[in-house]
């Protein structure tokens, strides 16, 4: 049920232009008003309800609050009605609230600077935008808890409070797919890599793999070897580094024992003089050579003591596999070398002799008690045997150095019951002395005498130490002169990992890798970029290189005996260079050769001569040597005589 009310206002006036404008106001049962023009009941759920349905657009009609200045509005005071609302006119205008928990007046945001959940349309870029007009922060939020913030100065941070760049991010960032263009400082995914890729100069073929293949190490130490000498001479070798007294090191009998059998260990990066200086002593400066031969041995005596008159003595040498001393090694050499020698004084000619001081006790390998000269692999560890039987009974001075100090070391008798006397030969390695397995051993890697070998040995200047800057990579490198690496342009493939690719020459070991050979025979002329380095070297011919090889015994390509032992060897560079050119230069000889027998067989027959065959037989005939120009003649006008032409010129 609905009844009319009769409103009361304070101004009369407005009462009579209520009813002027057919406004109804209506009051329903349930305390709730309707304000229109048509009667209708309020809606249940409101208190207030306001229609303006009038028929023409002109005519529709708003609701208006209060509107006041922000004087007007402090006027108002405090302990106002939460929720009480105005418009404020200045300052900044806008529609407030009371916040009465606050005690604070809330401004509410225009309509048209919000943001709608479900999007938003007839933005303008120019005016509209999401963040703030302090010097605030832009904060995001999920699940209540930060995720990201913009700060004042436009730097991002992703789980990060103070971003300290543009982009600050606390985790990593994931990059999946390609780019929609090459612009320059772009970074994308190359899945066919896999790799990440940044443009450099914004083009298609600017892309650039991120991932640093190259390790690069500042100032780090390095040892650089120096360049090793083979030639006759010595090569004095001792313990090694660490072993101090070397000079006390000796490989000889105990006072009162008159049997010994001792061995002695060198391995292979200490005989090599480039590893030694390498891996082991920066300042070694001698060693041995591969395949070059050791005449003889020597040890060092002191010169402090006496010598027994030896009754029998043997010094071996041979290559082994052991790279330490738990017991003697046993395991055969075919090319282990000896000397051997039966009631031999050793120095100085007495069984009472004092050895001058610093004296070498040599062991000729090539005299008449010496099997011949031995020669190193280059591979295996070298290991020195000394067995010895004296008279018994007499004094000695026997000085050995151990990591302990000077002593005796080893399992030996007097008498000879476990350590019998050297065998009476040069044979290969077997039991050795007559040894029972209990004699026992002497020395190790570490315990050792010094040893002087004479032949063909190495010596260079000590190794050169330093801080350098190396890059390392395990990947393949090309080097070229044009910086472009597109598919359709690069003139070089990729070889794999360790390789190298270069456009202008290769240098390794001071030898250049390069292919001149086939130049200058088939056009008479070297590249340019050869000139300098082959420009002065000729194929010999085929005739010639017979000659060449009765008289210097070896390929004119290859650089032979004589320059091996001049330059100590060759690096592997070089004689890859010489097979180069051999190859090559064979494979010349074969097609002169098939060249002649063509000839040979065109001359033998009345077969047809093709037009493109005739130019290289004519040269083949002038070549010639025991035939007249008149004779020459002949052939080449029989020859012309049977050649046929190209159908073509028929």
């Known amino acids: 049920m609905m009844e009319r009310i009769t409103l009361s206002f304070a101004n009369r006036s407005a009462a009579l232009l209520i009813g002027l404008g057919c406004i109804t106001v209506t009051l329903a049962q349930t305390n709730n008003i309707a304000i229109n023009n048509d009667g209708a009941a309020p809606a249940a759920q409101a208190a207030l309800d306001i229609s303006s349905n009038y028929v023409g657009p002109a005519t529709q009609k708003g609701l208006l609050i209060p509107r006041l200045t922000l004087a007007q509005r402090n006027a108002l005071g405090v302990g106002l009605p939460q929720g009480l609302t105005i418009y404020q006119t200045n300052a900044t205008p806008g529609f407030y609230y009371w916040e009465g928990a606050t005690s604070t007046w809330v401004r509410i945001a225009n309509g048209n600077s919000g943001w709608g959940l479900l999007g938003n349309a007839g933005t303008n870029p120019a005016t509209d935008f999401v963040g703030t007009t302090d010097a605030q922060p832009l904060v995001f939020r999920t699940n209540a808890t930060e995720r990201g913030r913009l700060d004042i100065d436009g730097d991002l941070g992703v789980g990060v409070v103070n971003p300290q760049e543009r982009l600050d991010v606390a985790g990593a960032i994931r990059l999946q797919g390609t780019s929609t263009g090459n612009a320059v400082g772009t970074i994308r995914w190359n899945a066919g890599g896999p790799y990440h890729e940044g443009n450099i100069d ?26 090793v000498t083979c030639a006759n001479g010595t090569a004095v070798l001792g313990p090694q580094t ?36 390498s891996l082991n002593d920066p300042t070694a400066t001698q060693g041995l050579c591969a395949g070059q031969p050791i005449n003889s041995i020597a040890f060092r005596a002191t010169g402090v003591g006496l010598r027994k008159t030896y009754t029998q003595i043997r010094v071996r040498i041979k290559h082994t596999s052991v790279t330490s001393l738990t017991g003697f090694d046993n395991t055969p050499d075919p090319n282990a070398q000896c000397y051997f020698a039966l009631g031999e004084t050793r120095p100085g000619g007495g069984a009472t002799a004092t050895p001058a001081p610093n004296a070498w006790d ?5 005299g008449p008690n010496g099997s011949g000269p031995f020669i190193w692999n280059g591979v295996d560890n070298l290991l020195i045997e000394v067995c010895y039987a004296a008279a018994s009974g007499a004094a000695a001075n026997a000085e050995v150095w151990t990591t302990t100090g000077l002593s005796f070391n080893g399992s030996y008798t007097a008498g000879g019951s476990a350590c019998g006397a050297p065998d009476n030969s040069c044979g290969p390695f077997v039991a050795g002395c007559a040894a029972a397995s ?42 070229q002169q044009t910086p472009t690496f597109a598919a359709s342009t690069t003139p070089y493939t990729f070889q794999g990992p360790g390789t190298i690719t270069a456009e202008n020459g290769v240098y390794a070991s001071g030898s ?16 340019p970029e050869d000139a300098d380095a082959f420009g002065s070297q000729r194929m010999l011919p085929i005739d010639d290189m017979v000659d060449h090889l009765a008289a210097e015994r070896h390929l004119p390509t290859m650089k032979g005996r004589d320059a091996w032992d001049a330059e100590g060897g060759f690096s592997l560079d070089d004689l890859t260079g010489q097979l180069w050119r051999t190859t090559e230069t064979q494979a010349l000889y074969l097609v002169e050769l098939k060249e002649r027998a063509d000839l040979l067989e065109a001359l033998a027959t009345e077969r047809p001569i093709s037009i493109e065959e005739l130019p290289r037989m004519r040269a083949g005939i002038a070549a010639m040597q025991d035939l007249s120009e008149s004779e020459k003649a002949r052939l080449i006008q029989g020859l012309e005589s049977r050649t046929t032409k190209p159908a073509d010129a028929r």
């Open 202 to 227: 914004g083009t298609p073929t600017g892309w650039v793999k991120m991932q640093n293949d190259v390790g690069e190490v500042l100032s780090q130490a390095y040892t650089q070897p120096s360049p």
């Open 242 to 277: 660490g072993v101090s007294s070397s000079a006390l090191i000796t490989p000889y009998w105990h006072p009162n024992l008159n049997r010994a059998r001792h061995q002695y260990l060198f391995l292979a990066n200490e005989l090599d003089l480039t590893l030694n200086q």
């Open 362 to 366: 040599v062991f000729d390998l090539t």
């Open 438 to 479: 209990n004699c026992g051993t002497f020395g190790g890697v570490n315990i050792r005498p010094v040893i002087q070998f004479n032949g063909v040995t190495a010596s260079a200047a000590p190794a050169t130490a330093g801080l350098g800057d190396y890059l390392y990579y395990s990947g393949g490198l090309i080097v």
């Open 512 to 527: 250049q890798l390069n292919d001149h050979v086939f130049d200058r025979y088939f056009d008479g002329r070297v590249r």
